[in-house]
């Protein structure tokens, strides 16, 4: 199986990147997607580096945030077709997008240990270039956007966010959050607090925006 251009040649070690807890509570990828998630993070750091000698700290430090979000991971696997070949235990509409991104960075830690971190940044900088490329300017954080938008009409209201219960195994909850702000609400879910508030004010941005 070839996947972002790799082709594994341990193929129990590809199959162990792709099985979720839910499958297999002994032999599953969380141990890989520790390594693959900071693979990631230092691969794309590394690129951002090299594509925006301009910019700032600051400003690196949100592409890069946007870059390696449980979002665009999951995208990515979206767009390969990744679902099809994960194992996993019943997954319920919350858990897709988590699911998704932990098997991304889990077959990045993955082909690390198979081939180095020379090959492994080569394979996330061929597609993550373009993704980094397509924000011309570094985007803001969904929270202060959202800020800033419930702000421009001069009322001095803030967003409200409201922490809802957690969801999920208790070795791997999902955080839950809901905002509002003029007249309207959104939630997200996230691995942390401050991932859950980010992802229910990026949906909330959207809801507004129409």
């Known amino acids: 199986m070839n996947i972002l251009g790799y082709t594994f040649k341990d193929k129990k070690l590809m199959e162990l990147a792709l099985t979720q807890s839910g499958a297999d509570a002994a032999h599953n990828n969380e141990r890989l997607e520790f390594i693959g998630d900071r693979v990631l993070g230092l691969s794309v750091a590394v690129l951002l580096y090299e594509m925006f000698p301009a910019e700032a700290e600051g400003e690196l430090a949100r592409r890069h945030a946007t870059l390696v979000s449980t979002q665009t991971l999951a995208m990515v696997a979206t767009e390969i077709g990744l679902e099809k070949h994960i194992r996993h235990g019943h997954m319920t509409a919350g858990r897709v997008q988590h699911v998704l991104a932990d098997a991304m960075e889990a077959l990045f830690g993955a082909i690390y240990l198979e081939s180095g971190f020379g090959v492994a940044r080569d394979v996330i900088t061929a597609r993550w270039r373009d993704l980094a490329a397509a924000e011309i300017t570094a985007p803001k954080d969904a929270k202060t956007a959202l800020q800033?938008?419930?702000?421009?009409?001069?009322?001095?209201?803030?967003?409200?966010?409201?922490?809802?219960?957690?969801?999920?195994?208790?070795?791997?909850?999902?955080?839950?959050?809901?905002?509002?702000?003029?007249?309207?609400?959104?939630?997200?879910?996230?691995?942390?607090?401050?991932?859950?508030?980010?992802?229910?004010?990026?949906?909330?941005?959207?809801?507004?925006?129409?």
């Open 148 to 210: 800033e938008f419930v702000q421009r009409g001069h009322t001095g209201e803030l967003p409200v966010y409201e922490y809802l219960p957690q969801t999920g195994p208790s070795h791997n909850p999902v955080f839950n959050v809901s905002v509002s702000a003029l007249g309207q609400s959104a939630t997200g879910a996230g691995s942390s607090k401050k991932e859950a508030s980010t992802a229910a004010a990026a949906e909330l941005l959207k809801k507004l925006a129409k």
